[in-house]
């Protein structure tokens, strides 16, 4: 594997989705690629990040009621 395919793949396989050679390969490019490696740990970071950020917002009861009062008021498409 490339670094360019690296790049390419790199959120599939920080989700769990990458193929198990793709995987393998993958990882053993890590071992060898610094520079991929500190990509992952950045991307990992990031992601984690993101995560803390959005999983405090939480819309507010009345916020979900009125949502999806106003779903089903909407005609539905033919």
């Not at 610094?34 to 950020?53: G, H, T, Y």
Request: aromatic share 6%; net charge positive.
């Amino acid at each position: 594997m490339l670094c360019d395919d690296v790049k390419r793949v790199v959120y599939f396989f920080l989700d769990g989705s990458l193929g198990e050679g793709r995987k393998v390969d993958f990882e053993i490019h890590l071992k060898d690629c610094p520079d991929c490696e500190i990509r992952i740990v950045i991307q990992r970071k990031l992601r984690s990040f993101v995560r803390r950020r959005l999983s405090k917002v939480v819309a507010p009861d009345h916020l979900r009621v009125r949502v999806t009062q106003s779903l089903r008021t909407v005609p539905a498409a033919e």
